[in-house]
């Protein structure tokens, strides 16, 4: 008997079922057919009343929901299989969830603020979830969750779209991170909060670094830095935890601070684009710097040097930092100013992962010529013990050679006639040096060299000790045999430049150890024929004075100098990729010449106007040409 029904079953007869099948078909056609309405009325009302808080049978609800599974045949497809449990029931149910969620999430929020429903959501959310575990179908479990997030989330997109703000004003946090929960899992829903979070970050770091410089001639570095990294470290806890780290958001982050960074109201108060890297560079001085102020700790030092790298990474115009930042740490190794030499090995090492090794190079190398000094140092020091001169004093000397190139010191253009006091020790080491290093040649840069000399007096008996520039020192030596000499006598002994030695007479003057009697003053120019007199009467409660402070209009000088010498360097970088790029290619059009250049240059954005300038540069030299006929393709030149 089962071999003949199995056969008709084989031939295609599909009214011939197994035993067991045959009851369930039985059993739908003569029992579940009349009753079905009834039993899916029964269950969605249950399912009703326990969204709304009351205590029902579940278990009833999973007898009847299986009885509408178990309908299906098993030897039918899987989709057949549950077309029963589809067709008399899931099919009701999610009408009902649509139109009870909706009616639900309308009235709650016009009864409450969006937070509240933002709990509620995610609440009926889970709810629905635990319902999938509890009783229903798996394969129900998409389509519901679709369902739900349409009616609960999408259908009220706008409202929560005008919430984030206050929700980012007020720092609600934990409502931005439900409000994320609920929005991602939408199609494109989070392209929306996006933007809004990338316009909050970049008003709220312009408003921060406008109230870092109200009422303030100039900008402190410590102040402008600590303003930007307050917003990044803020929004950047807030994208890692109420956006889960969101790439994103995590991209709106990067274009917003970016955006204020660069441009802001202190950048637009000097016309300069690269006043925040300059700012920035002077930041690191201060605390990479020694000062008369308790400096941190190292461990600490080198945590707030990490905040230092954030707000370089998005630094546009990285040159301008490398410039400022060079010349800064020029000064500190020379002066010997570093809090510690570890720490500015670890900064370059910083800059270095992060902008390769070119950027570097420079930094690099004037970090490796201070250590070379000093074994230098030594090897003098051995030297003048084992040959010893009379009258020499070794005490205090020391000499940093600086490698060609890699210092922001150019050599000096003007002669300058050393105090008798210091030529013998200069010739010495200039002499042991060629010894050294055969075919190579010292320039002396006086204007970085600095020294003590000890000034006392025996009526009362008085001693000072005066920390000078070497200008400062010939300058003073000049009074050992003599209390007073003319302005010209004072050129015409140092051989120093009229406007420079103006200046520092002047720093003397203005420090009560030199007087000046004649028409020359504080803001007058000191005449050639006015007196320079020795003040014999000089008190001070110190007994260790620094005097080599830097004249003003250095330092004013300095800044100038190093944005002039930024936009002198950019020309010749983007002429030098131009050549690269002609090279490689051969033949290019003006538009893709233009693209390859600003692809390839990372250290700084050049414009459109430089970059067509230093083309006709290049074609004036013959490196490239325009090709006949066709005015926008340049072609090089080999």
Same mark, same amino acid.
């Given at each position: 008997?089962?071999?003949? *029904? @199995?056969?008709?079953?084989?031939?295609?007869?599909?009214?011939?079922?197994?035993?067991?099948?045959?009851?369930? !078909?039985?059993?739908?056609?003569?029992?579940?057919?009349?009753?079905?309405?009834? !039993?899916?009325?029964?269950?969605?009302?249950?399912?009703?009343?326990?969204?709304?808080?009351?205590?029902?049978?579940?278990?009833?609800?999973?007898?009847?929901?299986?009885?509408?599974?178990?309908?299906?045949?098993?030897?039918?497809?899987?989709?057949?299989?549950?077309? *029963?449990?589809?067709?008399?029931?899931?099919?009701?149910?999610?009408?009902?969830?649509?139109?009870?969620?909706?009616?639900?999430?309308?009235?709650?929020?016009?009864?409450?603020?969006?937070?509240?429903?933002?709990?509620?959501?995610?609440?009926?959310?889970?709810?629905?979830?635990?319902?999938?575990?509890?009783?229903?179908?798996?394969?129900?479990?998409?389509?519901?969750?679709?369902?739900?997030?349409?009616?609960? *989330?999408?259908?009220?997109?706008?409202?929560?779209?005008?919430?984030?703000?206050?929700?980012?004003?007020?720092?609600?946090?934990?409502?931005?991170? @439900?409000?994320?929960?609920?929005?991602?899992?939408?199609?494109?829903?989070?392209?929306?909060?996006?933007?809004?979070?990338?316009?909050?970050?970049?008003?709220?770091?312009?408003?921060?670094?406008?109230?870092?410089?109200?009422?303030?001639?100039?900008?402190?570095?410590?102040?402008?830095?600590?303003?930007?990294?307050?917003?990044?470290?803020?929004?950047?806890?807030?994208?890692?935890?109420?956006?889960?780290?969101?790439?994103?958001?995590?991209?709106?982050?990067?274009?917003? /601070?970016?955006?204020?960074?660069?441009?802001?109201?202190?950048?637009?108060?000097?016309?300069?684009?690269?006043?925040?890297?300059?700012?920035?560079?002077?930041? /690191?001085?201060? %605390?990479?710097?020694?000062?008369?102020?308790?400096?941190?700790?190292?461990?600490?030092?080198?945590?707030?040097?990490?905040?230092?790298? +954030?707000?370089?990474?998005?630094? #546009?115009?990285?040159?301008?930092?490398?410039?400022?930042?060079?010349?800064?740490?020029?000064?500190?190794?020379?002066?010997?100013?570093?809090?510690?030499?570890?720490?500015?090995?670890?900064?370059?090492?910083?800059?270095?992962?992060?902008?390769?090794?070119?950027? #570097?190079?420079?930094?690099?190398?004037?970090?490796?010529?201070?250590?070379?000094?000093?074994?230098?140092?030594?090897?003098?020091?051995?030297? /003048?013990?084992?040959?010893?001169?009379?009258?020499?004093?070794?005490?205090?000397?020391?000499?940093? +050679?600086?490698?060609?190139?890699?210092?922001?010191?150019?050599?000096?253009?003007?002669?300058?006639?050393?105090?008798?006091? %210091?030529? #013998?020790?200069?010739?010495?080491?200039?002499?042991?040096?060629?010894?050294?290093?055969?075919?190579?040649?010292?320039?002396?840069?006086?204007?970085?060299?600095?020294?003590?000399?000890?000034?006392? @007096?025996?009526?009362?008996?008085?001693?000072?000790?005066?920390?000078?520039?070497?200008?400062?020192?010939?300058?003073?030596?000049?009074?050992?045999?003599?209390?007073?000499?003319?302005? %010209?006598?004072?050129? #015409?002994?140092?051989?120093?430049?009229?406007?420079?030695?103006?200046?520092?007479?002047?720093?003397?003057?203005?420090?009560?150890?030199?007087?000046?009697?004649?028409?020359?003053?504080?803001?007058?120019?000191?005449?050639?024929?006015?007196?320079?007199?020795?003040?014999?009467?000089?008190?001070?409660?110190?007994?260790? +004075?620094?005097?080599?402070?830097?004249?003003?209009?250095?330092?004013?000088?300095?800044?100038?100098?190093?944005?002039?010498?930024?936009?002198?360097?950019?020309?010749? !970088?983007?002429?030098?990729?131009?050549?690269?790029?002609?090279?490689?290619?051969?033949?290019?059009?003006?538009?893709?010449?233009?693209?390859? *250049?600003?692809?390839?240059?990372?250290?700084?954005?050049?414009?459109?106007?430089?970059?067509?300038?230093?083309?006709?540069? %290049?074609?004036?030299?013959?490196?490239?040409?325009?090709?006949?006929?066709?005015?926008?393709?340049?072609?090089?030149?080999?």
């Amino acid at each position: 008997y089962q071999r003949r *029904v @199995r056969g008709k079953s084989e031939e295609g007869n599909k009214k011939i079922y197994e035993i067991s099948d045959l009851a369930f !078909v039985q059993w739908k056609e003569h029992m579940l057919a009349p009753l079905s309405n009834q !039993v899916t009325r029964a269950v969605l009302k249950l399912i009703e009343k326990e969204r709304n808080g009351e205590v029902v049978n579940t278990g009833l609800i999973k007898t009847a929901v299986e009885s509408f599974v178990q309908l299906g045949l098993k030897g039918n497809a899987p989709e057949a299989r549950l077309l *029963v449990y589809s067709q008399n029931f899931e099919h009701h149910f999610l009408a009902e969830t649509t139109s009870y969620y909706t009616s639900e999430s309308m009235l709650f929020l016009q009864q409450n603020p969006v937070p509240e429903y933002l709990k509620k959501a995610q609440k009926r959310l889970k709810d629905e979830q635990e319902r999938c575990d509890k009783y229903l179908n798996d394969s129900t479990r998409t389509e519901l969750e679709k369902r739900c997030l349409q009616v609960l *989330v999408e259908q009220h997109l706008e409202i929560f779209y005008s919430e984030f703000q206050n929700l980012l004003d007020n720092d609600k946090n934990e409502d931005i991170g @439900r409000m994320y929960e609920l929005v991602y899992r939408l199609e494109g829903g989070l392209k929306h909060l996006k933007q809004l979070l990338e316009d909050h970050i970049q008003q709220v770091g312009l408003k921060a670094v406008q109230s870092c410089t109200e009422s303030k001639d100039s900008v402190d570095p410590k102040t402008y830095v600590q303003a930007l990294l307050d917003v990044h470290r803020k929004y950047n806890d807030l994208v890692n935890k109420s956006f889960d780290k969101n790439s994103l958001f995590v991209q709106a982050l990067d274009k917003a /601070c970016t955006g204020f960074i660069n441009k802001n109201c202190v950048s637009e108060a000097a016309n300069n684009t690269g006043k925040s890297p300059e700012l920035l560079a002077k930041y /690191c001085n201060l %605390l990479l710097k020694k000062s008369s102020r308790i400096n941190p700790e190292e461990e600490e030092l080198e945590s707030i040097l990490n905040d230092v790298m +954030v707000i370089f990474k998005y630094i #546009t115009e990285k040159d301008v930092f490398q410039k400022f930042y060079r010349n800064l740490l020029a000064n500190r190794l020379v002066n010997d100013t570093s809090v510690s030499h570890d720490l500015e090995g670890s900064m370059i090492s910083k800059l270095k992962q992060e902008c390769g090794f070119e950027y #570097t190079s420079k930094l690099q190398k004037m970090y490796t010529d201070t250590h070379t000094s000093k074994d230098l140092n030594d090897r003098f020091q051995e030297y /003048c013990s084992a040959n010893p001169a009379p009258n020499e004093s070794m005490q205090g000397f020391s000499v940093m +050679v600086l490698s060609d190139g890699s210092w922001p010191y150019s050599r000096p253009n003007s002669e300058f006639n050393l105090a008798p006091e %210091l030529r #013998t020790i200069h010739e010495r080491f200039s002499a042991f040096y060629d010894k050294q290093h055969s075919g190579r040649k010292l320039s002396w840069l006086y204007n970085q060299s600095k020294g003590e000399v000890e000034w006392s @007096r025996t009526k009362p008996k008085t001693s000072h000790r005066f920390h000078c520039s070497t200008f400062q020192l010939s300058i003073l030596f000049q009074f050992n045999h003599r209390d007073s000499l003319t302005f %010209l006598e004072l050129q #015409t002994n140092t051989m120093i430049e009229k406007e420079k030695l103006d200046q520092y007479v002047k720093q003397l003057v203005g420090f009560n150890v030199l007087a000046v009697s004649g028409n020359g003053g504080k803001d007058t120019e000191i005449q050639l024929t006015d007196t320079i007199q020795l003040n014999l009467s000089y008190s001070n409660r110190k007994i260790r +004075v620094n005097l080599a402070l830097p004249l003003k209009s250095e330092t004013k000088q300095e800044t100038e100098q190093a944005h002039q010498s930024v936009k002198d360097d950019r020309m010749l !970088v983007i002429q030098a990729c131009i050549v690269r790029t002609m090279k490689s290619r051969k033949q290019l059009k003006h538009a893709l010449l233009l693209a390859e *250049v600003m692809q390839q240059l990372q250290n700084f954005q050049p414009s459109v106007p430089a970059i067509k300038k230093c083309i006709g540069i %290049l074609i004036e030299k013959d490196y490239i040409e325009r090709l006949d006929g066709e005015n926008d393709t340049y072609q090089y030149r080999a």
